[in-house]
């Protein structure tokens, strides 16, 4: 049986880096993931990676830091660079080959995002890791997956979180949440739910680009999805 998608991009949040801690980056969360996507990569699958910050510097109210936006957005952007490093670690572990591209030149460290460069990344059997979000202030990492999965022509953005899929409300505050298997772009909107930050989620709507909501931390899963079966909650028309 083959794969449902050839390109995917992955969308990490940071929170769910640090497992059962309260701060950081649990290795043990680290090897699953990248177990996982060996996984679907072992069947020829292109993968792209976007992981967010939160799980080392969230922006928070600048009234109680006394940190403007946009310098907070940048610390921001740096974590994420963090988290990508030690995602990348995890996945030369498993047995893969990575690049890790930034949006903010770190020579040292990372490529430079040139998107012709990281196509040719994936078309080489590559993970490819892209940090520091678009590299602006004001934009959320979900936004960074929606721009990168537009520009590499992915087939999909996959959202990993620690739920199964989209629910009518909160399943970890409403026991009578019911899941949705598939819902449209403007049914999210109707309904407001809570799937990425609008400037991302319109970006899929009007680029046409599905998005799956599933629960990462379940190992296996991720091959599931890549193979058509019924896990998580489809975005799609």
């Known amino acids: 049986m083959l794969p449902k998608y050839k390109r995917i991009l992955l969308k990490l949040s940071g929170e769910s880096l640090m497992g059962d801690s309260n701060y950081g980056i649990d ?9 996982d996507i060996k996984a679907i990569t072992d069947l020829g699958v292109q993968v792209a990676v976007v992981i967010g910050g939160g799980n080392i510097y969230r922006g928070m ?19 994420t660079v963090i988290n990508g490093m030690a995602m990348q670690s995890g996945l030369e572990r498993a047995g893969m080959y990575t690049r890790l ?8 460290i990372a490529e430079p995002y040139i998107r012709r460069r990281a196509i040719r990344h994936l078309e080489k059997g590559r ?15 979900d936004t960074a997956a929606s721009l990168r999965a537009i520009e590499i022509q992915a087939d999909v953005i996959l959202k990993g979180t620690r739920v199964d899929g989209i629910y009518t409300a909160d399943p970890e505050k409403d026991p009578s949440a019911v899941k949705y298997e598939t819902i ?12 990425m930050d609008m400037t991302a989620f319109t970006l899929c709507q009007e680029n046409k680009l599905p998005i799956i909501v599933f629960d990462m931390n379940k190992p296996g899963n991720l091959l599931h999805v890549i193979m058509g079966r019924k896990v998580g909650t489809l975005v799609m028309g």
């Open 27 to 35: 290795p043990k969360v680290i090897s699953q993931y990248a177990h």
């Open 61 to 79: 109210n600048e009234a109680e830091t006394g940190i403007e936006r946009a310098q907070g957005d940048y610390m921001g952007m740096l974590a």
């Open 184 to 195: 449209t772009f403007s049914e999210v909107y109707q309904r407001s739910l809570n799937v």
């Open 101 to 108: 591209q930034s949006a903010i030149k770190m020579e040292q």
């Open 127 to 141: 993970v490819v890791i892209f940090g520091a979000g678009t590299g602006n202030p004001y934009f959320t990492t």
